[in-house]
Structure formats: C-alpha cells, structure tokens
C-alpha cells in the first residue's frame, strides 16, 4: 500500500548543540526532502522544553520556507488554546501570502507544555473547552466570510489555508468528522488509540467546502540506515537518550544504566510510546511502512526520522525516499 511521505520535523537541539544549530539543521532537513520527494513538513509548538527549537512555530516555517522552493511547509501542530484564532490566522495567512500553496495549519487542544509553562504563557485553564469554536473561528477568518462580525484577518481572509485537526484520542477523532476536516493521529508518541479514532473518523466523516472524502495521516518513528546494524546502533541511542528526558531529573546515565532501565518494568510506557518504529535498511524500513499503512488505514504517513544527529537523520530521509521509489536508488 503505497501512500504519501511527509516528515514531522521535531528540531532537536543536540548535546553540544545551539538552537541556531538546529534551526540550520532543519533547513536541510526541509530542502533533503524537497529533494527526495516527500509531500511536506512540518513543527510542533512546545514551550519550555531545553532539547525543541520550535517553539515560535509560524517563524520556523517561514524561515524554512524562504529556504526551499515548492515543499509543503506547516504546522504539526499550533496548540490553539495558547493563541487567539485571529493571531493564528493572521501568521499562517502571512506565510501563505508569501509562499502561495505551500502552508499547511494543523492544531491542536494539548498544552505542548507543563502547568508551570502554561501559566507563563497566560493560558486560561478552560481554554480547551472552546477548541471546536476556536477552529470553526480561524476557518471563518482564513475562509471568505469572518464568523466575527467586523473583524478580518490581515493578512488571512480568503487565503483558505487547510486546516488539519490533530490528536491522540478519539476526541479529535470525532471533531474532525464532524467539521469535515483532515485528521493526524500523533501514533508517533501515543500509539493506544490510533486504530479506533481512525474508525470512528472514517465512519462519521462529513464532507465540507475543504474536504469531501476522509483524510488520515498517522504517524510513525524512522531509524534508516544503510546496514541494519547501524540502524539498531542509531536506535538504541534514540531510545537512551529518551530515559535520560524521562527518567533523568538532570542526571545523566551512563549507556549501561540506560539499558538497564530500558529493560524495567518502570520503561514499559517509554517502550510503548515507541512501538510504531520502523528499524532497519531502506527496503527493511519500506516493507514495515507499507504494512504500517494498512494497519492504520491511512492515506498519508508523517515520519519522525528518529536518529542521533543531523547526518544520520538526512542519511534516513534519504534512504527511506530511495526505499519507496521517490529517488532512484
């Protein structure tokens, strides 16, 4: 079952590393799968977190995209209860004005960040409660006809940026059916539900002025490398370097600590979070999309190329697009 590519780009700040170092990092990142044929890319608001440099989301995109040529740029996703609808369609109007047919928003309800951050970013506790007016809002302000009456977005109105409901339960599920709007299920990191939100989106879908057949867009972990060895060596740094988020409090653990609590009881939901990984060569890492693809009944896959450092990651787009017959092998 072959479907679209897309990449979730998490922009990490590595060990010794800068945010200026990530942010040049995900401009290649961007323009390697301009050049290996994916569909798009896109960034996740979080606030407050040392190791994600895309935090101010609407800037990243629009200084990757004044980087590349015609690669579908957005986000994966705006936490909508942190802005005001207008704000937001006011920035990814901008970004489509500037980079007409290329801008993707997908939002989302999570706080992207803890109770302490949240606070800090003068979110009001209850904000969630109004995510489906909030989005049927920024429709109106990015569509042709402001559900506010006298306020514009400018730029925004008329521009009808695609806006994609995001999620990981059957909430989102259930919104995006209902408002007819492309669905992503983050089974990147919170895999328990994916089967069932996919279900109950494809059977209550309703056709709307931006969509009129379903949507799905699932997310999986990547480690591609030339050798299965070196996928599995690139693998088990990802995966120490998660206990060290984890389980560290500011410690760090030595390679054999992390294996240690990898092989825990207390890891089982770290494991879990990872279970839809593909490990392996670029044909290893094809055949296990494929199957992924079925099993989720998507009709696009968005990757988290998961390897330690910027050359590894580029080396997996690479070999992921050579493995699916978008760049010659």
């Not at 806006?163 to 992503?184: E, F, H, K, W």
Request: hydrophobic letters at 45%; charged letters at 20%; a negative charge.
């Amino acid at each position: 079952m072959s479907v679209p590519l897309s990449i979730l780009d998490l922009a990490l700040i590595g060990k010794g590393e800068t945010a200026r170092t990530s942010l040049n990092g995900s401009v290649a990142l961007a323009q390697e799968a301009e050049r290996s044929g994916y569909r798009r890319v896109w960034y996740a608001e979080h606030h407050n977190m040392a190791a994600v440099a895309s935090s101010a989301t609407s800037v990243l995109i629009a200084h990757v995209a004044a980087h590349t040529d015609h690669i579908r740029l957005g986000a994966g996703g705006i936490m909508l209860p942190n802005h005001a609808p207008l704000t937001i369609a006011e920035q990814f109007g901008t970004l489509e004005v500037l980079h007409p047919g290329r801008i993707d928003l997908g939002v989302g309800r999570a706080p992207g960040s803890d109770q302490a951050t949240s606070r800090a970013l003068r979110r009001d506790p209850r904000a969630a409660d109004t995510f489906p007016q909030d989005v049927q809002e920024l429709q109106g302000y990015l569509g042709d006809e402001s559900h506010v009456p006298g306020v514009d977005a400018v730029p925004g109105k008329g521009t009808h940026v695609p806006i994609y409901i995001l999620g990981s339960s059957l909430y989102g599920a259930t919104l995006a059916a209902a408002l007819g709007l492309p669905y992503g299920f983050a089974s990147h990191f919170a895999p328990a539900a994916l089967e069932e939100a996919v279900a109950i989106y494809r059977r209550d879908f309703r056709p709307s002025e931006q969509l009129d057949q379903p949507w799905v867009i699932a997310g999986a972990n990547v480690v591609a490398a030339d050798t299965e060895a070196e996928a599995e060596a690139n693998h088990r740094v990802v995966k120490r370097g998660r206990v060290s988020l984890f389980f560290g409090r500011g410690r760090s653990f030595t390679d054999d600590e992390a294996d240690a609590i990898l092989a825990s009881p207390e890891a089982r939901p770290l494991q879990e979070m990872m279970r839809y990984t593909a490990v392996g060569t670029m044909t290893q890492v094809a055949d296990y999309l494929d199957a992924f693809a079925q099993h989720a009944d998507a009709d696009e896959l968005m990757l988290a190329h998961q390897a330690p450092t910027l050359a590894s990651r580029l080396r997996s787009i690479h070999l992921v697009a050579q493995g699916r017959g978008l760049v010659p092998a």
